[in-house]
């Protein structure tokens, strides 16, 4: 998981930048193809912003969920309806 954000908060920094991490040590990080090669701390300094806009990514769907179902309740619909509309909306 750590190495998906390190190449995350490395694309933040630079977002033309190509790179590859071996087992979760920063240490080992290879760029590739003359990428400039970015500082340790600078991308640790990244990695909080990284899990922030996931956790607020992550939290703006839990939000836009229950939206739906207040605005789908506000036009009268039950929660089965919700329900069955939610699995035929998958397909």
Same mark, same amino acid.
């Given at each position: 998981?750590?190495?998906?954000?390190?190449?995350?908060?490395?694309?933040?920094?630079?977002?033309? &930048?190509?790179?590859?991490?071996?087992? *979760?040590?920063? $240490?080992?990080?290879?760029?590739?193809? #003359?990428? +400039?090669?970015?500082? !340790?701390?600078?991308?640790?300094?990244?990695?909080?912003?990284?899990?922030?806009?996931?956790?607020?990514?992550? &939290?703006?769907?839990?939000?836009?969920? *229950?939206?739906? $179902?207040?605005?789908?309740?506000?036009? #009268?619909? +039950?929660?089965?309806? !919700?329900?069955?509309?939610?699995?035929?909306?998958?397909?």
């Amino acid at each position: 998981m750590l190495i998906n954000k390190v190449l995350e908060a490395i694309k933040k920094i630079n977002p033309d &930048a190509q790179a590859s991490i071996t087992d *979760e040590d920063l $240490n080992t990080i290879r760029w590739e193809n #003359g990428t +400039t090669p970015i500082s !340790i701390a600078d991308i640790q300094a990244q990695i909080p912003v990284v899990e922030q806009e996931a956790a607020d990514a992550a &939290a703006k769907k839990i939000a836009d969920k *229950e939206s739906a $179902n207040a605005k789908l309740k506000a036009l #009268g619909l +039950t929660d089965d309806e !919700i329900e069955a509309f939610r699995s035929w909306a998958v397909y």
